[in-house]
């Protein structure tokens, strides 16, 4: 991370690290894009009235105030101020809502951006950051068959990011109606609370989080254990899934009449799918998890979190899920489902623990040197020829000794210098790989360099 | 311009929209790195003392709170409040001092992104918009030919963006010590005010500009008169501004002996080079324009506005300069030049004035249509092979009749449509152009489409 990143939480990248997030952001788009969706950007600002409905970050939105504003602030009321935007999926619904005379439905679309949230800045939180997402959005209905697919798109992303030494990536699949129609078939009402507890599983543990049902939600300690039992079914495999819940269901005795085990059922089935589908294009990559809760309670349906193998200690790097009620116009709904990648906090883990580098500082590949300020004109033109051509070229900054000249290549890791010809000497055109040393008459009209030498790219320093 | 712009001055667009301003995004990265520029981004959020240095947009910045602070921000002092940045120069300077260890300089950078100004919103001015930045910063000292070089850079990208309607662009430089040389030399001291005035000639005409000068920078009718026909001086030839500006200094008996003339002197010798090697380079490219003066009062040498040939009303679509004050540390400076495009001003000219246009709004150049719901995995495989070699697909979001399947595809302008082979009536793998009408078979492993249909590109629908 840039060493001067004086404000904790707003992370810089130096330019070298900038590649690599540059190179990440284009593998994504490319991703994307193959599977046809479309790009968008929303603007970062929003109104008070659409960052504040409700949500586990309305508490942690940054308000705007112009110049001339402050010390009047509180005389706007906060749903007629503007915020920040704190992530892609509200902002994408209202865009959604006031573009939909305009847009194609089912509307697929990506979109990289940054949000940010006001929070105080803990270990790996970053309070701007950079979010990577797909959504597709219905208008009126939306078929259940892009809760399979937006995964599977998700983890081909990720896989691509191998390249950059990401390791494998799992997605942990649940779905609500199966929590919602189980805690209900066991008696259970504050479903909302339920999820809240359950999803802090990882960091406080069952014990705790087993007393918080109890204290919070109205369980006594059978309900409670039976939410613990329902968290700890997670299998790949869709079969087992049914039985095991179905055996859950026995030992708490759930009438399988009603009509919580019926939503329960819409679930599981939802749930079945995605993982048979999934296992027969790419085994492995998504599991059923059942104590997959999520925090953001406008998901409806399919909720997902994805986890690093080996590097699970980072939690969820791609989370989401379906929502079927977060933009309406009227008596018309917009469902939608969607996943996200934080993808600040996966650049930090590829630079900082992965070891993800440029090869090179510079996109250049060639330094053209220059004998004297007299002589610029013709070095720029031979630049000028390299780029007509498509080779990145820089110019060196002056005409100091060819030493000081090849020192400033080497800093930017550029690994050609190409030395004018010098009537002076009666030396040619000539290039030199300031890597391996050769060095070889060249014409500017047709040279090429190695191909190794030509891009700058991304290497694993580690496993140099 | 997205439908549901609901917020003044903050401009979305719509998928085919934006697919525009995506091309010109990638062309200008594309220009920069040829160049040898580096990319970086710098976080969105300054501290309010490095955003309230002065400038003339000081008074335009948008400040933040969190949530919890409301009704509290008057208890912090401006200085350490966060605000937006409202351009990228005041950033780079920022980065640069922070991380001047880490960095090679001379340092060359390009940077896009999104920029803030709490303004009223007027026409065609927005309060949130993209900028497409290069700055050259050297550490300690920073050569001249950079200020040659910058405006060609950015003149090679914006022809590049002819490519999508753009006119010619015409540079027109001035050099800060030309100015201040020719006022001080007739005795004038209040050089920011007089710059002030001068800057808005083209707004409020001669007559007004004089007035001014008289009532507010001390000016008598005389040295009103000399700094109207100072402004007059333009030309692309070195040689004539060379001769214009001596028979100025003629005119009113300017002391050639003066440190005054000597400081005009030098920025005369800068802006002749610049014309000169410019005209060798890019005949017309670049002109010499004494009324460019450039509200910022940072720049210390070389001033640029461009305006496009026909469009002028459009104002300067690329401004900057040379500024050797802005970035310091201690006793050690960072000198600086650069140019920046105004890039949502000049994506919003595109669309609305020329009429460029994404010749479709999917990136997909195929659908493969789905016979029904038990079928869509085979669908999804087909579109799994087609992706596999580059082919940007999408597969239909229903299982419908034909008929309303080809429609999606339609909608979203993707120009082939794949049908599978269907056993039941004994067809094989098809593919059909929906813009032309001709089917034929296929083979999902070799099939490549049309060139012309193979991708998403940009078109100008007035000139269709």
């Not at 983890?155 to 799992?170: I, Q, S």
């Not at 210098?417 to 047709?446: H, Y």
Request: hydrophobic residues 40%.
């Amino acid at each position: 991370m840039a060493k001067g990143a004086s404000l904790s939480g707003f992370p810089e990248w130096l330019p070298q690290e900038r590649a690599v997030e540059q190179k990440i952001i284009d593998t994504l788009r490319e991703v994307f894009e193959l599977n046809g969706f479309l790009g968008i950007e929303t603007r970062a600002i929003e109104q008070g009235s659409s960052l504040l409905k409700k949500g586990e970050t309305s508490k942690e939105i940054y308000l705007l105030s112009r110049l001339q504003e402050v010390g009047h602030e509180s005389d706007v009321p906060l749903e007629n101020r503007l915020g920040l935007h704190f992530d892609l999926t509200v902002p994408l619904s209202r865009y959604v809502v006031e573009n939909s005379g305009a847009l194609t439905f089912p509307f697929k679309r990506w979109q990289i951006q940054k949000v940010w949230r006001g929070e105080r800045p803990q270990e790996g939180r970053f309070r701007e950051f950079v979010q990577a997402d797909i959504d597709v959005v219905g208008n009126g209905e939306l078929p259940e068959h892009y809760e399979e697919e937006l995964p599977l798109v998700m983890v081909e992303a990720l896989e691509r990011l191998g390249e950059f030494g990401l390791p494998k990536a799992t997605v942990h699949a649940n779905n609500r109606k199966l929590s919602e129609g189980f805690y209900r078939s066991i008696g259970l009402t504050d479903i909302e609370g339920v999820l809240r507890e359950v999803d802090k599983l990882d960091k406080i543990g069952e014990q705790e989080v087993a007393k918080l049902l109890v204290s919070e939600c109205g369980a006594n300690e059978q309900q409670a254990q039976a939410c613990l039992d329902l968290a700890e079914i997670t299998t790949a495999d869709a079969d087992e899934l049914a039985a095991k819940f179905d055996s859950l269901c026995t030992k708490y005795s759930v009438d399988t009449t009603s009509e919580h085990y019926e939503l329960a059922m819409q679930g599981l089935t939802t749930l079945s799918t995605i993982i048979r589908n999934a296992a027969s294009i790419r085994p492995g990559a998504v599991v059923a998890d059942l104590k997959i809760a999520r925090g953001l309670d406008y998901y409806t349906g399919s909720v997902y979190e994805t986890f690093l193998n080996g590097a699970e200690n980072l939690g969820s790097i791609c989370s989401g899920g379906r929502y079927d009620n977060l933009a309406t116009s009227g008596k018309k709904k917009y469902p939608g489902v969607g996943l996200s990648i934080g993808l600040s906090r996966l650049l930090s883990y590829l630079l900082h623990s992965v070891g993800a580098s440029a090869t090179r500082q510079s996109p250049a590949a060639v330094m053209v040197a220059v004998w004297n300020e007299d002589a610029r004109l013709e070095s720029n033109r031979i630049a000028a020829a390299l780029r007509a051509r498509g080779i990145s070229t820089d110019v060196s900054p002056n005409s100091a000794k060819i030493g000081k000249q090849i020192r400033y290549a080497s800093h930017l890791g550029i690994p050609y210098v190409w030395f004018p010809a010098n009537a002076e000497v009666g030396s040619t055109d000539q290039v030199k790989n300031i890597i391996t040393g050769e060095q070889v008459e060249a014409d500017r009209v047709s040279w090429i360099p190695d191909t190794v030498y030509a891009q700058q790219s991304i290497i694993i320093k580690d496993a140099e």
